[in-house]
């Protein structure tokens, strides 16, 4: 398995950005797909993004198409969400997440540790 930290979590307005980031260890890192997922308060984890070992394909939730973008860096073994325009129920734990296939259908086994996400309105 590989290991994933979470960064970049923090509070924000509505209509502001945050950019996450996620570092894996290991030399693997370009062998998996990786995606982001959210869990909100009382409600179950949900999927929000997901790219390709590569990063030429990419799959995001409906409720975040057009405002959050994911990408990785294999060299550096880093993943990244880029959020603008977050919205109040946009916030939740995002936690990274390594080995789910794409289209997405499940989570894959490795998960960080989650950073927490809070938009105010």
């Known amino acids: 398995q590989v290991q994933l930290v979470e960064s970049g979590g923090g509070l924000v307005q509505a209509g502001g950005s945050l950019r996450l980031s996620c570092a894996a260890s290991?030399?693997?890192?370009?062998?998996?797909?990786m995606g982001w997922f959210r869990r909100a308060p009382g409600k179950e984890r949900e999927f929000v993004a997901a790219?390709?070992?590569?990063?030429?394909?990419?799959s995001y939730a409906d409720s975040v198409k057009g405002r959050f973008t994911i990408s990785r860096d294999n060299a550096k073994n880093t993943v990244y969400l880029q959020m603008n325009n977050l919205k109040p129920e946009d916030t939740a734990v995002y936690y990274c997440?390594?080995?789910?296939?794409?289209?997405?259908?499940?989570?894959?086994?490795?998960w960080g540790q989650g950073t927490q996400v809070t938009v105010s309105s």
């Open positions: 997440n390594a080995g789910l296939p794409l289209p997405p259908g499940r989570s894959g086994d490795s």
């Open positions: 290991g030399r693997t890192f370009n062998m998996y797909n």
């Open positions: 790219i390709s070992r590569t990063g030429a394909i990419t």
